[in-house]
């Protein structure tokens, strides 16, 4: 049992390169996040799937995309990365939408945009 | 918007106490906390559900004061292995599982 699982772990691009944040989880859960932590910022909610098929913004969703796969993966794509983008992205999974579940993170990637 | 978390640091030494507070400007359905180590991920410690409920870990408790719109972290006899950051999580009126997180108080444990 891995619980959440992301790739890759650390990951340097140039300013206009793309790339994919991969996640999966492997717990059965409904549903799955993808969080920015920057310095003093705390957490802060990109987008995320309440269930297979859906997906919603959160608070700073300008630049990036998702897509849920299947109930297990869950990815975040930058189209086009900026220096404004570096940050240490966490993917989650909670069970049960609106029942208060707590949130299991993934051990994060690291990402520096030059 | 960010709920408020005070205070943003504190420096205990082993054996002391600790209240982290967390204060939001909207109705909440519930509040989560977590605690996060230098280079980890956040790990659960804590929910506090509208109407009572709490679930979560044996040497930490808190309270949820819905009214307020408040809660609070109580660590008692405060061992090295609880320093990190703590992290309060709150979940709107209607219960649709987002997460807003505050931004965190930083705890260190001195022997």
């Known amino acids: 049992n891995a619980g959440v699982t992301q790739t890759p772990k650390f990951q340097v691009l140039k300013t206009g390169q793309s790339m994919t944040l991969q996640c999966a989880q492997d717990m059965n859960h409904n549903s799955m996040y993808w969080y920015r932590q920057d310095p003093g910022m705390g957490l802060r909610l990109i987008y995320y799937s309440a269930s297979e098929g859906t997906t919603d913004k959160g608070e700073v969703p300008n630049g990036y995309n998702v897509s849920r796969l299947n109930k297990r993966e869950f990815s975040l794509r930058l189209e086009s990365a900026a220096p404004s983008q570096t940050s240490v992205y966490f993917c989650a999974s909670s069970g049960s939408p609106g029942q208060g579940a707590e949130q299991f993170f993934g051990p994060g990637t690291r990402l520096t945009v030059l | 918007q960010q709920p408020v978390q005070s205070p943003q640091a504190v420096i205990l030494r082993e054996g002391e106490d600790a209240v982290i507070n967390c204060s939001s400007s909207k109705a909440l359905y519930s509040v989560h906390w977590y605690r996060q180590k230098h280079g980890e991920a956040p790990v659960f410690l804590m929910i506090l559900l509208k109407g009572g409920e709490q679930k979560g870990h044996e040497k930490i408790s808190a309270s949820f004061n819905e009214k307020k719109q408040q809660s609070s972290l109580y660590l008692t006899a405060s061992q090295l292995s609880y320093s990190g950051t703590y992290f309060c999580?709150?979940?709107?009126?209607?219960?649709?599982?987002?997460?807003?997180f505050g931004t965190g108080t930083r705890l260190t444990i001195i022997p």
């Open positions: 999580g709150t979940e709107n009126q209607f219960g649709n599982e987002k997460l807003t």
